[in-house]
């Protein structure tokens, strides 16, 4: 039987259902990418403060791009969805119920998501789209006009398709009626995510209308936010996994998390909020040096795995994390490498390095590896090469970060160390593949990736010390393969 609010006592008695009542629970925030991080961090949030405090700040789910199924699937269930916690074998799962609505252009029309964004009661508007729906170019931060979705709507402002598109939109019909503006919140995995949000809306408000940004700028917030859950893509073996624990019942948009969680808010609302601090987040004045060190720590050390596991075989983080040459490079990248780059203070740095060592090896998660390697292009940034900047100015070392980098380019050059096809999911892919094509697999390759001016600064690409580390690096994967090139670079470094 498909999930629904008839049949939650179908569930078994160890799943924790909504103990509130749901029409109590109000539409305050709409979000944009109804995404597995989503259902299980920002809504798990809303949901313990609904269960413990009597919250009644609901959600309104939207997906602008793709997952129409998803959708659909959520609505079959009256908007409800379980979030499986897993650690090794030890599962614990809750029924999520503070979803009220859920929209789709595709399937109810643009113009039902834009005036669902003029209802008053809209408060916040948050997202999880990933870096790539925010039509920014990662080298400067600022708003990419020459990507497709910004043209259109730039030409039709009426029918946007694209994030900024459809934000400046439904901001600019609640100025003309005369409706208080929304706080604008990302919830993605970008240095000062608020202040990218920020930066693209008003470029596109001001292409359309400088009176119209200026009010933007005036009257609506855009908080930065770090958000730290390790929430996997859905793999057949989770799906049966995620089954058995829910008896009976069918959920289509169930998705399986670790336990840790964490949520860093900037305090900068213009509509209220709800007490995300009550359920555990912590709200501050500045995320910049939370953000950092998740990003370079975990997320760094995340795609220094990705790249270089997959090189070599390994399908899933915690197969990586089996390979003891693979812990102690990632431990020595975090602690040595990331760390001294960090701004945040009284944090004890190798103790929440050895943490996210623990987490990556939880054996109840399948991270795959392909799935962290995506959309290189617009990660690489903030995860590595803001950390080589720092250390070719302080004259440190940077093997680890070099390492990773090359690993980038070896990966997107297509194949891996038995020579089997690497399927490149990137924005850029298109790009990637003629800069690869029209390359040899030697210092060609190097300097025709370095050539991406889109993700490498002149500062780096002009840096000698930096492209030999990165040449030698890729070398030595193209000829003894990431394996070796690891267990190398740790006798090197006596680790």
Request: include cysteine; aromatic fraction near 8%; charge should be negative.
């Amino acid at each position: 039987m498909q999930l629904s609010t008839n049949n939650l006592n179908q569930l078994p008695a160890t799943i924790k259902v909504p103990s509130y009542d749901r029409e109590q629970v109000k539409v305050k925030m709409l979000h944009l990418g109804f995404g597995a991080f989503h259902r299980a961090h920002q809504a798990i949030f809303a949901d313990i403060l609904a269960t413990e405090q009597q919250s009644d700040w609901g959600f309104c789910e939207v997906n602008l791009v793709g997952g129409e199924q998803q959708i659909e699937d959520l609505l079959a269930q009256d908007c409800l969805y379980n979030v499986v916690e897993m650690q090794g074998d030890n599962w614990q799962t809750r029924t999520v119920g503070v979803v009220k609505e859920a929209l789709h252009p595709t399937i109810h029309g643009i113009d039902a998501v834009i005036n669902r964004m003029l209802d008053p009661n809209i408060a916040i508007v948050s997202m999880t789209v990933t870096e790539k729906g925010y039509c920014y170019v990662p080298a400067t931060g600022s708003i990419d006009f020459a990507n497709p979705a910004i043209a259109h709507d730039l030409a039709s402002p009426n029918t946007p398709k694209s994030l900024p598109g459809l934000i400046v939109e439904a901001l600019k019909r609640r100025k003309v009626l005369g409706i208080a503006p929304f706080t604008v919140m990302s919830c993605d995995n970008m240095p000062e995510n608020g202040h990218i949000t920020k930066n693209v809306i008003l470029a596109m408000a001001a292409k359309q209308d400088i009176a119209l940004a200026n009010w933007i700028e005036a009257n609506v917030t855009f908080p930065s936010t770090m958000v730290d859950r390790i929430v996997p893509a859905m793999t057949p073996d989770t799906a049966e996994k995620i089954q058995s624990q829910l008896g009976p019942v069918v959920d289509k948009v169930a998705i399986a998390c670790e336990p840790f969680r964490q949520w860093v808010i900037e305090d900068n609302f213009v509509a209220g909020r709800p007490e995300w601090e009550k359920a555990g987040a912590q709200l501050v004045t500045d995320v910049v040096p939370f953000e950092e060190m998740k990003l370079r720590m975990l997320n760094g050390s995340h795609s220094f795995l990705a790249y270089l596991g997959y090189l070599a075989g390994y399908q899933y983080i915690n197969e990586c994390m089996q390979d003891s040459a693979y812990e102690k490079a990632a431990y020595h990248l975090m602690v040595n490498e990331q760390a001294p780059t960090l701004s945040i203070k009284n944090v004890d740095l190798p103790a929440y390095a050895n943490a996210l060592i623990e987490r990556f090896k939880n054996t109840g998660l399948k991270h795959r590896t392909w799935q962290i390697a995506m959309d290189g292009t617009l990660k690489l940034s903030q995860r590595l090469l803001d950390s080589i900047q720092i250390h070719l100015k302080n004259g440190q070392s940077f093997d680890y970060l070099a390492l990773a980098v090359a690993g980038w380019m070896r990966y997107v050059s297509g194949k891996d160390d038995h020579g089997a096809e690497i399927q490149v999911s990137d924005p850029q892919a298109v790009k990637l593949a003629e800069l690869v094509a029209n390359s040899t697999d030697d210092e060609s390759r190097v300097r025709a990736l370095l050539s991406l001016n889109s993700l490498f600064t002149e500062e780096l690409v002009n840096n000698s010390l930096f492209t030999e580390k990165v040449t030698a690096f890729y070398l030595s994967l193209r000829d003894n393969g990431a394996k070796k090139t690891i267990e190398a670079l740790n006798h090197q470094h006596t680790l």
